[in-house]
Nanobody
Framework: QVHLAESGGGSVQAGGSLRLSCGTS????????MAWFRQVPGKEREAVAT??????????ADSVKGRFTISEDSAANTMTMYLQMDNLNPEDTAMYVC???????????????????WGQGIQVTVSP
């Protein structure tokens, strides 16, 4: 079982920045893929970014490339994933949810939907 804890959401004006964090509980192995999704009521959940333990692979959705950066810090069998969000716009307003699964690095990507572990979510609101 992996527990995920998100932090860093909030409200910002368009053009501003926020940094989201998602930390894991102690891991039984290091073959873990983590992801950020975002959800707006009435719309399909969107995969935003993925990253593998140790930073072995990263993917970003086209909608956030050039504005968002995914990174991680892994040590002592835990992993913290960061999402640096710059030049935010109102279309980025959503509940951002962290997810994780144990899989090989080549299979860690934003096309995946079958993550096993999910965080509670954290709200990001961008005003015009």
């Amino acid at each position: 079982q992996v527990h995920l804890a998100e932090s860093g959401g909030g409200s910002v004006q368009a053009g501003g920045s926020l940094r989201l964090s998602c930390g894991t509980s102690k891991l039984i192995g290091t073959g873990i893929c983590m992801a950020w999704f975002r959800q707006v009521p009435g719309k399909e959940r969107e995969a935003v970014a993925t990253i593998y333990y140790g930073g072995a692979s990263t993917t970003l959705a086209d909608s956030v490339k050039g504005r968002f950066t995914i990174s991680e810090d892994s040590a002592a069998n835990t992993m913290t994933m960061y999402l640096q969000m710059d030049n935010l716009n109102p279309e980025d307003t959503a509940m951002y949810v962290c997810a994780a699964m144990f899989v090989g690095p080549a299979r860690c990507g934003i096309y995946r939907r079958d993550f096993d572990y999910w965080g509670q979510g954290i709200q990001v609101t961008v005003s015009p």
